[in-house]
């Protein structure tokens, strides 16, 4: 069914989340534009899925070849050649005036009854939608990271989202081979409002001496059977995606979202986790 409507999906930001969602659409069939501002940001995109495709086909998890997917996927960073998508989804940087420039572009040069899909963290899909003519259009995709490997995808319905433009988000997620959940558009939904202050709590914990950073991601792990602790997911998030998320979330609903001191003064300093090679640990 979702075949019938999508083609062509094109994705605004080249970057951990855009990348991902980029190379799992064209693993599952589907032409990708994959469009970021700068040629090295495309590149890198690039770069990523390469690693990306050659990781699953070593372990034997690609039904074709690495090229075959990649070729799918077109990279550029003219915005009017997303003009010919039959849905985009944004997953540029988490701040709402990006975020609200990049849909009344795409508004600019995309159909009218194209969805415009967003993979905000924690903004409300409400505010990026409020200055479009057909904000009825937007919604909520919010991919994991990596999104090759995670299986969840949280379907956010803004205020004026329609009842098609979920099923569709829904159908879409699925055909990618995920699993959705939906939630309302209230600050962080449902995964990052509970996540946030639970990695910002593990900061703080590391910051005021309540345990090595090792230990602070032992101690959850393996007393809380998560994968990862706190730490150690908060490098692979990104500690600037970390600290946006926490002060809209702190912005929103008050003192208990506030953002760890630790966290800020990582960001100030350019250690933004496994993306720069270093965050609370080092990275190759
Ligand atoms: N990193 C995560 O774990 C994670 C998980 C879920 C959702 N998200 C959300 O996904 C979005 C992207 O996060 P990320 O981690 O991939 O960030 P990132 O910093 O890795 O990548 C963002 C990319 O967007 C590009 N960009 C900025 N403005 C642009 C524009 N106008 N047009 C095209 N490209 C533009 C940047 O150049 C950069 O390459 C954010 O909204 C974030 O909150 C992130």
């Known amino acids: ?23 799992v659409a064209a693993a599952n069939g589907y032409e990708v534009v994959m469009r970021d501002i700068e040629t090295e940001y495309v590149e890198n995109g690039f770069d990523t899925i390469d690693d990306s495709l050659g990781r699953l086909e070593s372990r034997g998890d690609l039904e074709e070849e690495p090229a075959t997917i990649r070729d799918r996927i077109e990279g550029t960073t003219l915005l009017d050649d997303l003009g010919d998508c039959d849905l985009v989804v944004e997953a540029a940087l988490e701040e709402l005036a990006v975020k609200r420039d990049v849909f009344a572009d795409l508004e600019r040069v ?36 990596p999104v090759p490997v995670m299986e969840g995808v949280e379907v956010v319905v803004g205020e004026k989202t329609t009842d098609a433009v979920t099923d569709l988000a829904h159908d879409l997620a699925a055909d990618l081979g995920k699993t959705t959940w939906e939630a309302d558009d209230k600050p962080g939904f449902v995964t990052n409002r509970i996540l946030m ?55 929103e609903l008050g003192d208990r979202y506030k953002p760890a001191y630790l966290l800020k003064r990582k960001v100030e300093a350019g250690d933004l986790g496994k993306k720069t090679g270093r965050g609370f640990y080092e990275y190759e």
Not at 2 to 22: F, K, N, P
Not at 119 to 141: C, F, K, M, Q, W
Not at 204 to 215: F, L, P
Request: glycine share 10%.
């Open 197 to 251: 202050p639970w990695i910002n709590e593990g900061i703080r914990a590391y910051d005021e001496g309540v345990a090595s950073k090792e230990d602070i991601d032992a101690g959850m792990e393996l007393g809380t059977n998560v994968p990862m602790g706190p730490l150690t997911l908060a490098d692979h998030i990104g500690l600037d995606v970390c600290l946006h998320a926490s002060e809209t979330l702190h912005e």
């Open 110 to 145: 995309c159909d009218e009854d194209i969805v415009l899909a967003t993979n905000t963290s924690t903004l409300s899909i409400t505010s990026i939608a409020s200055d479009l003519e057909r904000p009825e259009r937007v919604i909520g995709l919010h991919f994991m990271n």
């Open 1 to 23: 069914m979702v075949r019938e409507q999508l083609d062509r999906i094109g994705v605004v930001g080249a970057g951990t989340m855009g990348s991902g969602i980029a190379q």
